[in-house]
């Protein structure tokens, strides 16, 4: 059974820092794209940075560049997500996702395992 799970998000001030974190448990395909996307209250969940396993790229959403970093530990089989220079925007359940294709999508339905989200809140 593959499990995600996301965890790192809290209450931050407009400027500040967060570092999401998700651990990827029972995720055995040797190709796969990990991703982090974003739904705020009354929006479509979006993509936000996207990993794929044997090229090691990343990707990241427009809104997001030069602010957030993903990065990968695949010895401890898991994500991160470094957000700097918040912004109240950025305000949203994020969630991290599995998707057994290496390469990598924005779009949610791409992606087949999902974790369960964690909340990220900028205040102004």
């Known amino acids: 059974e593959v499990q995600l799970q996301a965890s790192g998000g809290g209450l931050v001030q407009a400027g500040g820092s967060l570092r999401l974190s998700c651990a990827v448990i029972?995720?055995?395909?040797?190709?796969?794209?990990l991703g982090w996307f974003r739904q705020a209250p009354g929006k479509e969940r979006e993509g936000v940075s996207c990993?794929?396993?044997?090229?090691?790229?990343?990707s990241v959403a427009v809104s997001v560049n030069g602010r957030f970093t993903m990065s990968s530990d695949n010895a401890k089989n898991m994500v991160f997500l470094q957000m700097n220079s918040l912004k109240p925007e950025d305000t949203a359940v994020y969630f991290c996702?599995?998707?057994?294709?290496?390469?990598?999508?924005?779009?949610?339905?791409?992606?087949?395992?999902w974790g369960q989200g964690t909340l990220v809140t900028v205040s102004s």
């Open positions: 996702a599995a998707n057994p294709k290496d390469y990598c999508s924005g779009y949610a339905y791409e992606f087949p395992y």
């Open positions: 029972g995720f055995t395909s040797d190709e796969y794209s």
């Open positions: 990993i794929t396993s044997h090229h090691g790229t990343t």
